[in-house]
């Protein structure tokens, strides 16, 4: 079964004068177990789109479900997880409470997934640390962390090698690919080439369109 499928999406900001159209009818499935990059200019739609797959927004035209579902009605980190292009973490909170909030909202125990995601992004040296006292590469290994220990039906991230030298790249490479292979659908937006190589495919947009 499809778990996100796109269908006829269009989307846009702004009114009147103002007003810009930013995707123009957009289709496009993500199965489980499935890594779909999204790959695009800046400014071509990118982040919109994952906004949209991930029911932070909803869009203005077409539909955007998680197993037949809106995404915009799941509040639920198993069912729907991101990183966005800010990491969203919680600065009040230490690494290892971020990373371990969605198990702990589910009243579940972060354990196995917890310790093989902080091994697997390099995260372990510093757990106890706030996380304002982390880099800014550290700090997006952290959401992707957070976004991954409930092993997530649907997975979108933005742009999660943008702070990473190229050790950790591999590692963020190699943990997305690990949840697509034990499930996830993972759809993750980069201008980054070493991700389009490990992804089963890449999806080009240019002004909001996709391109065959
Ligand atoms: N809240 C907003 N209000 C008005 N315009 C917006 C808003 N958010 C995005 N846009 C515009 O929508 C278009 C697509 O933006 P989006 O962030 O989706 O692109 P992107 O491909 O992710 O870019 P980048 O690679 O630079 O992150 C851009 O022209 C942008 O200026």
């Given amino acids: 079964m499809t778990a996100l499928e796109l269908v006829g999406i269009g989307h846009g900001y702004g009114v009147g004068d103002r007003r810009v159209e930013v995707l123009h009818d957009i289709s496009l499935r993500v199965e489980p177990g499935e890594l779909v990059a999204l790959a695009g200019p800046s400014g071509s739609g990118k982040s919109t789109l994952c906004h949209l797959a991930a029911g932070i927004e909803s869009p203005d035209r077409g539909s955007a479900t998680l197993d037949g579902r809106p995404t915009a009605a799941t509040a639920d980190w198993s069912l729907v997880a991101v990183v966005p292009q800010q990491h969203g973490l919680l600065a009040g909170l230490t690494v290892e409470d971020n990373i371990a909030l969605p ?14 995601l902080t091994a697997a992004l390099d995260l ?22 957070r976004a991954l220990i409930l092993a997530p039906r649907l997975a979108v991230l933005d742009e999660p090698t943008g702070h990473q030298d190229d050790d950790h790249v591999n590692q963020v490479i190699g943990t997305l690919a690990d949840a697509a292979r034990a499930g996830s659908a993972v759809l993750v937006a980069t201008h980054d080439q070493r991700v389009w190589e490990v992804a089963h495919r890449v999806i080009r947009l240019e002004d909001g369109r996709m391109l065959d």
Avoid: K, M
């Fill in 124 to 145: 372990t040296a510093f757990a106890r640390r706030s996380v304002l006292e982390t880099s800014l590469g550290e700090q997006q290994r952290v959401a992707i962390a």
């Fill in 103 to 116: 198990a702990h909202r589910a009243g579940v125990d972060p354990g196995e997934a917890f310790a093989r």
